[in-house]
C-alpha cells in the first residue's frame, strides 16, 4: 500500500477520533488495500463515520466499513455482558478486580461500539488467581493455558486472560520500580462505564504505566499496530485534565517518559491528537521511525512472517544490561528462554542446541502445513538488526 492509502487511513481515523478534516479527494485511492490494511490493525470499523460522509468512496467500501462497525458493535455487546457476569462472580467472591485495557480504554472513544474488542483481560493479583480460577469455571470458561502474566480461559469465541500481574517488566532500576509500583494497581481503583454498564478499572496513574507497558511488550518483539496507538491516543486526550506533574514525574521514574512522548507526539502528528502539554520534546525522525514501524506490523498476530521471525532475533528486553545486537546470538538465547517456558523439563543446558535446531524444524513444518506465514531469514535478520537500533533510541525503562 502506497503514502496515499496510509495518509488517507490515518486521516480517516483522525475524523472518528478528534474531529479531523477529511481529505477532499477520493479518487485514485487504492481503497482494497487501504481496507485490508485497516483489518490487520482492527480499526476497519472506526473508518465508517468518515468514509460515508467523503464523496467519491466505492459504495461497496462504505458498505463494508458498515458492516465491521454493526459486528463490532455485537461483538462487544457480547464481551462487555460476558465481562460484567465475570467481575460480578469475582466481587460476590470477594476478589478484588480491574479491568485493563478492553473496555476501559473502548469507553473513552467517541463512539465506543465501534472498537473492535478484543480478549477481556481482567487483574486480580498473584494471591488471588486460584479463587478466580474457581469463579471463571463456574461460570463456564474452559482453562487453557498459564503464563507468566495471566492465565487464559475460554468460553466459545470469547478469551478471558485473568492477569496475576498488569505486564512484565525488565530488571532495569526503573524497570524494577515499575514492576513494584504497579502491584498496588488494585489498593485504588476507579469506574468506568459504556453502554450502561459499570465495571472497575485502574486509576490514572496506573493506567498510564499499564497502557505503556503492554505497548512496550509488544513493540519489543512483532510491534504494535495502528489499534493501540488509537487507544493512546483516546486515553491520554480524555484524561489530559487529570494528568499532572506527578504522573509525568512517575512515568519518568518507570523509564516510560520517553516512549510516552514518542508515541504521545505520534498521535499528535499523525491523528490528529491535541498537543499534550506534559510530553517531552522528541526528535521528528524518531517519532517517524516509531510510526513507520507501527503501520507496517498490524493488529499483533496479523504480522507478516519476518516480523514475527525478526522478534526471535532481537535482545530479550527484560535484561538488566542490553543485550547482544548479534541476531544469531539474540536466537540461541530466545531458544533457550523459549525452551524454559514449553519445556521445564529441560534444566540442562546441554538442552540448548538441540532445541535450538528443533524450533526452526518446527516452524517450517508448520509453514509447510498452513499454519505459519513463510519468512525469509536473511530479510528477518535485516530487520531484527533495524528494529534493535530504534528500540535503542527509545531508550525502554533506561
Same mark, same amino acid.
Given at each position: 500500500?502506497?503514502?496515499?492509502?496510509?495518509?488517507?487511513?490515518?486521516?480517516?481515523?483522525?475524523?472518528?477520533?478528534?474531529?479531523?478534516?477529511?481529505?477532499?479527494?477520493?479518487?485514485?485511492?487504492?481503497?482494497?488495500?487501504?481496507?485490508?490494511?485497516?483489518?490487520?490493525?482492527?480499526?476497519?470499523?472506526?473508518?465508517?463515520?468518515?468514509?460515508?460522509?467523503?464523496?467519491?468512496?466505492?459504495?461497496?467500501?462504505?458498505?463494508?466499513?458498515?458492516?465491521?462497525?454493526?459486528?463490532?458493535?455485537?461483538?462487544?455487546?457480547?464481551?462487555?455482558?460476558?465481562?460484567?457476569?465475570?467481575?460480578a462472580l469475582l466481587t460476590e467472591g470477594g476478589i478484588p478486580c480491574a479491568v485493563l485495557k478492553g473496555t476501559s480504554v473502548a469507553c473513552l472513544y467517541p463512539h465506543p461500539e465501534v472498537r473492535l474488542p478484543g480478549d477481556v483481560d481482567i487483574l486480580v493479583g498473584e494471591e488471588k488467581l486460584d479463587a478466580a480460577d474457581a469463579v471463571m469455571r463456574a461460570a463456564g470458561f474452559s482453562f487453557e493455558q498459564d503464563g507468566e502474566k495471566h492465565r487464559n480461559y475460554r468460553k466459545a469465541d470469547v478469551l478471558v486472560e485473568v492477569h496475576r500481574v498488569t505486564s512484565l517488566f525488565p530488571y532495569t532500576e526503573k524497570g524494577q520500580f515499575a514492576d513494584a509500583y504497579m502491584?498496588?494497581?488494585?489498593?485504588?481503583?476507579?469506574?468506568?462505564?459504556?453502554?450502561?454498564?459499570?465495571?472497575?478499572?485502574?486509576?490514572?496513574?496506573?493506567?498510564?504505566?499499564?497502557?505503556?507497558?503492554?505497548?512496550?511488550?509488544?513493540?519489543?518483539?512483532?510491534?504494535?499496530?495502528?489499534?493501540?496507538?488509537?487507544?493512546?491516543?483516546?486515553?491520554?486526550?480524555?484524561?489530559?485534565?487529570?494528568?499532572?506533574?506527578?504522573? =509525568?514525574?512517575?512515568?519518568? &521514574?518507570? *523509564?516510560?517518559?520517553?516512549?510516552? /512522548?514518542?508515541? !504521545?507526539?505520534?498521535?499528535?502528528?499523525? +491523528?490528529?491528537?491535541?498537543?499534550?502539554?506534559?510530553?517531552?520534546?522528541?526528535?521528528?525522525?524518531?517519532?517517524?521511525?516509531?510510526?513507520?514501524?507501527?503501520?507496517?506490523?498490524?493488529?499483533?498476530?496479523?504480522?507478516?512472517?519476518?516480523?514475527?521471525?525478526?522478534?526471535?532475533?532481537?535482545?530479550?528486553?527484560?535484561?538488566?544490561?542490553?543485550?547482544?545486537?548479534?541476531?544469531?546470538?539474540?536466537?540461541?538465547?530466545?531458544?533457550?528462554?523459549?525452551?524454559?517456558?514449553?519445556?521445564?523439563?529441560?534444566?540442562?543446558?546441554?538442552?540448548?542446541?538441540?532445541?535450538?535446531?528443533?524450533?526452526?524444524?518446527?516452524?517450517?513444518?508448520? =509453514?509447510?502445513?498452513?499454519? &505459519?506465514? *513463510?519468512?525469509?531469514?536473511?530479510? /528477518?535478520?535485516? !530487520?531484527?538488526?533495524?528494529?534493535?537500533? +530504534?528500540?535503542?533510541?527509545?531508550?525502554?525503562?533506561?
Amino acid at each position: 500500500m502506497s503514502d496515499r492509502e496510509d495518509r488517507m487511513l490515518l486521516a480517516l481515523l483522525a475524523y472518528e477520533l478528534f474531529g479531523g478534516a477529511l481529505p477532499e479527494d477520493a479518487d485514485g485511492v487504492d481503497w482494497p488495500g487501504l481496507m485490508q490494511k485497516a483489518n490487520d490493525h482492527a480499526v476497519t470499523a472506526l473508518l465508517y463515520s468518515g468514509v460515508k460522509e467523503m464523496e467519491g468512496v466505492p459504495e461497496a467500501i462504505v458498505g463494508r466499513a458498515r458492516g465491521m462497525a454493526l459486528q463490532a458493535s455485537i461483538c462487544s455487546e457480547r464481551v462487555l455482558n460476558e465481562q460484567a457476569r465475570i467481575i460480578a462472580l469475582l466481587t460476590e467472591g470477594g476478589i478484588p478486580c480491574a479491568v485493563l485495557k478492553g473496555t476501559s480504554v473502548a469507553c473513552l472513544y467517541p463512539h465506543p461500539e465501534v472498537r473492535l474488542p478484543g480478549d477481556v483481560d481482567i487483574l486480580v493479583g498473584e494471591e488471588k488467581l486460584d479463587a478466580a480460577d474457581a469463579v471463571m469455571r463456574a461460570a463456564g470458561f474452559s482453562f487453557e493455558q498459564d503464563g507468566e502474566k495471566h492465565r487464559n480461559y475460554r468460553k466459545a469465541d470469547v478469551l478471558v486472560e485473568v492477569h496475576r500481574v498488569t505486564s512484565l517488566f525488565p530488571y532495569t532500576e526503573k524497570g524494577q520500580f515499575a514492576d513494584a509500583y504497579m502491584r498496588a494497581a488494585l489498593d485504588e481503583t476507579a469506574t468506568g462505564c459504556m453502554g450502561g454498564v459499570s465495571f472497575p478499572m485502574l486509576t490514572v496513574k496506573f493506567q498510564l504505566v499499564a497502557l505503556l507497558a503492554h505497548m512496550v511488550q509488544h513493540m519489543t518483539s512483532s510491534g504494535i499496530g495502528l489499534r493501540q496507538l488509537c487507544d493512546w491516543a483516546v486515553t491520554v486526550h480524555q484524561l489530559r485534565g487529570s494528568i499532572g506533574q506527578e504522573d =509525568v514525574e512517575l512515568l519518568h &521514574r518507570c *523509564g516510560l517518559l520517553r516512549y510516552a /512522548s514518542i508515541v !504521545t507526539r505520534a498521535c499528535e502528528k499523525y +491523528l490528529g491528537l491535541p498537543a499534550c502539554g506534559w510530553r517531552q520534546d522528541v526528535p521528528d525522525e524518531l517519532v517517524d521511525a516509531t510510526m513507520a514501524d507501527i503501520l507496517e506490523v498490524g493488529n499483533f498476530y496479523a504480522q507478516q512472517g519476518e516480523r514475527t521471525l525478526s522478534s526471535t532475533m532481537m535482545s530479550n528486553r527484560r535484561e538488566a544490561q542490553p543485550g547482544s545486537h548479534n541476531p544469531v546470538v539474540n536466537y540461541f538465547r530466545y531458544a533457550r528462554y523459549l525452551m524454559e517456558v514449553q519445556y521445564p523439563w529441560a534444566k540442562s543446558p546441554l538442552w540448548v542446541p538441540i532445541f535450538s535446531v528443533y524450533f526452526p524444524l518446527r516452524w517450517v513444518i508448520r =509453514v509447510m502445513r498452513g499454519q &505459519r506465514k *513463510g519468512a525469509n531469514p536473511i530479510k /528477518s535478520m535485516k !530487520t531484527a538488526q533495524i528494529r534493535e537500533k +530504534l528500540l535503542r533510541e527509545m531508550e525502554l525503562y533506561r
